[in-house]
């Protein structure tokens, strides 16, 4: 599986973006799917993931309520609607494709994207 990411730039406080992950390949369908940010000088975190089916979904604290994860099997993408942006989301947002796990545990996922920068103005 081969994922990029896009829909990253800047945005002021408050605003919204959608983040974008495509991906190949036949079997999107049967893999997790998680995304992850980096901000410079900090470790990876984890920010939201749904499952193979979309039943389940899971997400940060720090996102809970202004982000919504979600993915559209028939396009073999999924998608990170991110609202209410504060300063404190800029980081390169990455997506993952897990084929045995949904959750938080970055080093758990076997595909990665390149990311993609989000950048909030105050």
């Known amino acids: 599986v081969q994922l990029q990411a896009s829909g990253g730039g800047l945005v002021q406080a408050g605003g919204s973006l959608r983040l974008s992950c495509a991906a190949s390949g036949r079997t999107f369908s049967s ?3 998680g995304w992850f ?4 000088g900090k ?3 984890f920010v939201a993931a749904i499952s193979w089916f979309a039943g ?5 604290d720090s996102v809970k309520g202004r982000f919504t994860i979600s993915r559209d099997n028939a396009k073999n993408t999924a998608y990170l609607q991110m609202n209410s942006l504060k300063p404190e989301d800029t980081a390169v947002y990455y997506c993952a494709a897990g084929i ?3 959750g938080s545990d970055y080093s758990r996922y076997d595909y990665w994207g390149q990311g993609t920068l989000v950048t909030v103005s105050s």
């Not at 940010?37 to 410079?40: E, F, G, K, L, S």
């Not at 389940?56 to 940060?60: C, E, P, R, V």
Request: zero cysteines.
């Open 31 to 33: 893999y997790a799917m």
């Open 56 to 60: 389940n979904t899971y997400y940060a």
């Open 43 to 45: 470790e990876r975190e």
């Open 37 to 40: 940010r980096q901000a410079p």
């Open 100 to 102: 045995r796990y949904t």
